[in-house]
């Protein structure tokens, strides 16, 4: 492939609703440039973009693929990017590098959830669109419906539609398309335009009108000659339209019948034509050294990359997918990690297409390559001249809300599961994992079950770590409800030196913090230097938990009295019996077992306000209020987390989708009786068992 420079580049991202047939779109393209022999398939598990085993075997998208093509010697990088929800973090990291996006609507389905999703994110980082209206040749393909459909939702989101084509018949008659701008009919593959059948005349004409109309507001010269004559030419259509694709002002509609490649020439050459280069999009905003510094996507600046993507391969090892803001890249280069404050040798440059690899030695500004195995670089990070350091913001991610605990399947994953979940979450900006010290489990977070799914399987086959996974614990804590006095004395002889330790000791509820730990001796009873043990031995107490098995907090402890003996005593024993004297004066101060209580904002279309609001309440959910805004509603509402652990799945459930939330830890609050009760048999009956071992 030859040098492309930043005039001739274009990064469009394929967005849609799974199954919409963005894989099927990118499949044809790739067929009609040359780019590959034959059209591969998604269920063959034969497509260039779906090449990893997980999506072989799943028949969808799991991973954003870049598909560079040349047309018009011109350089197409195509983000195909996953449909399904669980999977939109690699959406928003292509949409995040891309120029303009093409949103695919099915003819059938019409407007779905993902098609929202993406038009929402398209919207974010505020990227020029084309909508395509595909499968045209399936059954039920009804093109005038779902454009109505797609109207509809454009204009609630203050966008205007115009049709650029139109088709030629539906369903299985489904021929070709008609280019309104050329105004010319294209059959099939449509390598060779031709004119409009007699029957497509008329509506193809009056439908341009409207066209020309939205042209003629690119330029005020072009609306005065509109408006004088009623007619433009292809040049001036061409040259007004892309102004207002381009600014957004008009999101224009096509058809197509991808699957058999039926529409693939025109759309090309829209893409060529109307959607911009690097260079005619806005400048990128970083952090300089002396604050805020533009970049322009030019070869004479300076050097900056972002990481959008990083993957692990079996054989090639590391694999980074930047972009380059600004400045050009030469293989071998070194480049500095402003993120991480390393020093990265570029070497191995080069453009993937699907499992293909194309070496290269040089990268232009605003294109896309890859370069394999730096050291340290992640997802996010930005690279650069270490003597003009920048550092670019990384774009928004939806908080993972749906969590597992997981554990090793062997001893050898056991030493290897943390760097390994590091490695995932790097690789995958919708991915945490945290050691929840309240429950001892290690917790993977995600956007939902397929999500956690396809990085368990990941660990196993791109790092050979064996993972399985559970419903997570509630991280419950237990606390005192009112004041409370215990002794104990650790007594134990066994021949030589004994054992010795008595105290006296006063708890009561402490709101002001965690733990106080206090005295109020007097007299020679006790001596002030077996104070640390004891508070050692009660806070070994507090952080196993004393009655249900969590961390106890909030108590303040006073040690008032105890006895020593002038030969046995020594501090393990006092740190026994000061634990002890806890337990017992714990089980004394009215014990309560708190749960966190979240915070929750779920937004939900105003039709399913009322069930969401009616389910909360089933969560012991206190509603606070709610929020209107265009044809949806926030309901916010305190909500205990043990009632949110698979709330991702049910609110998808009852919102067809459509419906999201997040949440936040906003206070502990006491668990009622009936449920506490069978928390605290559990822990009883596992101390027991472990008490036979």
């Keep these: ?277 690097p260079a005619e999009r806005p400048e990128v905003v970083a952090k300089g050294k002396s604050g805020e510094e533009k970049l322009s996507p030019v070869d004479s600046g300076p050097a900056a990359l972002y990481v959008w993507k990083t993957t692990a391969d079996p054989f090639v090892g590391k694999m980074t997918y930047f972009k380059v803001l600004s400045g050009t890249l030469a293989a071998d280069s070194h480049l500095w990690n402003q993120t991480k404050s390393v020093d990265e040798r570029m070497g191995g440059l080069h453009l993937q297409r699907g499992k293909e690899q194309i070496a290269i030695k040089n990268v232009h500004a605003g294109d896309i390559a890859v370069v394999s195995k730096l050291s340290v670089t992640a997802t996010g990070d930005t690279l650069c001249d270490k003597n003009h350091p920048l550092t670019v913001d990384v774009p928004k991610f939806p908080s993972p809300l749906f969590q597992v605990a997981v554990y090793p399947k062997t001893q050898a994953d056991a030493a290897k599961i943390s760097p390994t979940l590091t490695r995932l979450c790097e690789e995958d900006l919708t991915l945490t994992w945290h050691s929840e010290h309240a429950t001892g489990q290690t917790i993977l977070a995600g956007m939902g079950d397929q999500h956690i799914d396809a990085a368990i399987r990941r660990a196993q086959s791109k790092f050979q770590v064996g993972l399985t996974i559970a419903e997570p614990k509630v991280p419950y804590r237990e606390g005192i409800t009112r004041k409370a006095s215990a002794q104990y004395r650790h007594k134990k002889q066994s021949g030589g030196s004994g054992q010795f330790g008595e105290v006296h000791l006063r708890i009561e509820p402490y709101t002001e913090g965690d733990f106080e730990f206090t005295d109020e001796l007097v007299g020679m009873n006790l001596s002030k230097s077996y104070l640390p043990p004891i508070e050692k031995g009660i806070r070994a107490a507090m952080d196993r938990g004393v009655f249900a098995g969590y961390p106890l907090s909030n108590v303040r402890v006073i040690v008032y009295d105890g006895k020593e003996h002038p030969v046995d005593s020594k501090p393990v024993a006092f740190e026994t019996a000061g634990r002890e004297a806890f337990k017992l004066a714990v089980h004394d101060a009215g014990p309560v077992l708190f749960e966190p209580i979240m915070s929750v904002r779920v937004v939900v279309p105003d039709t399913n306000m009322g069930d969401v609001m009616g389910d909360l309440n089933t969560r012991r959910g206190r509603v606070q209020g709610t929020e209107s805004e265009r044809g949806s509603t926030t309901v916010i509402a305190h909500v205990p987390l043990a009632e949110m652990l698979r709330y991702t799945t049910e609110l998808r459930s009852i919102t067809g989708g459509r419906g999201y939330f997040s949440m936040d830890l906003d206070h502990y609050d006491i668990v009622p009786t009936h449920l506490a009760q069978p928390i605290m048999e559990a822990h009883k009956k596992e101390m027991e068992a472990k008490k036979e071992e």
Aim: charged share 25%; net charge negative.
């Design 1 to 277: 492939m030859k040098e492309y420079t930043t005039d001739t580049l274009r990064n469009i991202a394929l967005v849609a609703h799974g199954g919409a047939g963005k894989t099927m779109m990118a499949e044809a393209f790739l067929h009609f440039t040359g780019a590959s022999t034959r059209v591969g398939k998604v269920e063959d598990g034969t497509s260039v973009s779906d090449y990893d085993e997980e999506e072989i075997r799943r028949k969808i998208s799991l991973y954003t693929s870049v598909l560079p093509l040349e047309y018009r010697d011109h350089k197409i990088n195509l983000l195909d990017a996953p449909g399904f929800s669980d999977f939109v973090g690699e959406m928003i990291a292509a949409l995040s590098v891309a120029d303009a996006a093409i949103l695919l609507v099915d003819s059938v389905a019409g407007v779905e959830v993902g098609t929202e999703l993406a038009w929402n994110y398209a919207d974010q980082f505020n990227l020029p669109r084309f909508v395509i209206i595909n499968k045209m040749d399936r059954e039920n393909a009804n093109f005038e419906k779902t454009y109505a459909m797609v109207e509809d939702f454009a204009h609630k989101a203050g966008k205007r539609l115009v049709k650029v084509q139109l088709p030629m018949g539906e369903k299985l008659e489904f021929q070709g398309v008609i280019d309104l701008i050329k105004m010319k009919a294209y059959a099939g593959e449509g390598k060779t335009p031709g004119e409009i059948p007699a029957q497509y005349k008329g509506p193809a004409e009056e439908t341009r009108m409207a066209l020309m109309e939205a042209a003629a507001e690119g330029e005020d010269s072009l609306l005065e000659k509109y408006l004088e004559s009623g007619e433009l030419t292809e040049e001036e259509l061409l040259r007004g339209f892309k102004k207002v694709v381009q600014d957004g002002s008009f999101v224009p509609v096509f058809v197509s019948a991808a699957g058999h490649g039926k529409g693939v020439a025109a759309l090309l050459d829209a893409m060529v034509d109307l959607l911009p280069s």
